[in-house]
């Protein structure tokens, strides 16, 4: 099976997480379905089924986290930055349709989710992966080809 490439910083959210869900959320949600469904006829319960209905969101939440904790392989410090790894944070430009764009985002595994990210398993992500600073290369998404220069490859962001 594929591993999860995450960062410790990542691994350490999933598990407060996962924490959270089992000895809070869940027997809180658990409370509050016995709750409605002390109320009587369930067929018209709006509460008991909203209980319901977030009981199955949790737990779903739960399994995706305990599946991905399963599979993690966590990416310790990274200290070089010759080439591009997850978790290194790269400034690239874009050009497509004669439009260019300076971007900097960080390359992470496919189970984060940060706004300023990009995953290692997107087609830009998985072709950033192992180039150099100054390497330009073109990927070719649905919408038409895009050119991508590498400016550089920083452990930490200093735009955060």
């Given amino acids: 099976m594929k591993k999860n490439l995450l960062t410790r910083e990542l691994y350490n959210e999933l598990t407060s997480q996962k924490e959270w869900l089992e000895k809070e959320a869940i027997p809180t949600n658990s409370e509050a379905i016995q709750k409605a469904r002390e109320q009587g006829d369930l067929?018209?319960?709006?509460?008991?089924?909203?209980?319901?209905?977030?009981h199955a969101k949790l737990h779903h939440e739960l399994e995706t986290i305990n599946n991905t904790l399963e599979h993690a392989e966590i990416i310790e410090e990274i200290t070089d930055t010759r080439?591009?790894?997850?978790?290194?944070?790269?400034?690239?430009?874009?050009?497509?349709?004669?439009?260019?764009?300076?971007?900097?985002?960080?390359?992470?595994?496919?189970?984060?989710?940060?706004?300023?990210?990009?995953?290692?398993?997107?087609?830009?992500?998985?072709?950033?992966?192992?180039?150099?600073?100054?390497e330009t290369f073109t990927i070719n998404p649905p919408a038409g080809p895009i050119t991508i220069t590498i400016q550089s490859i920083e452990i930490e962001n200093a735009q955060r």
Avoid: R
């Fill in 43 to 54: 067929s018209e319960n709006a509460e008991y089924h909203e209980a319901k209905d977030l």
């Fill in 83 to 134: 080439n591009v790894q997850i978790g290194h944070w790269i400034t690239f430009t874009t050009i497509h349709n004669d439009i260019t764009m300076d971007k900097t985002l960080q390359l992470i595994g496919q189970w984060d989710n940060k706004f300023t990210s990009i995953s290692s398993d997107s087609l830009l992500g998985s072709a950033l992966l192992g180039k150099e600073a100054g």
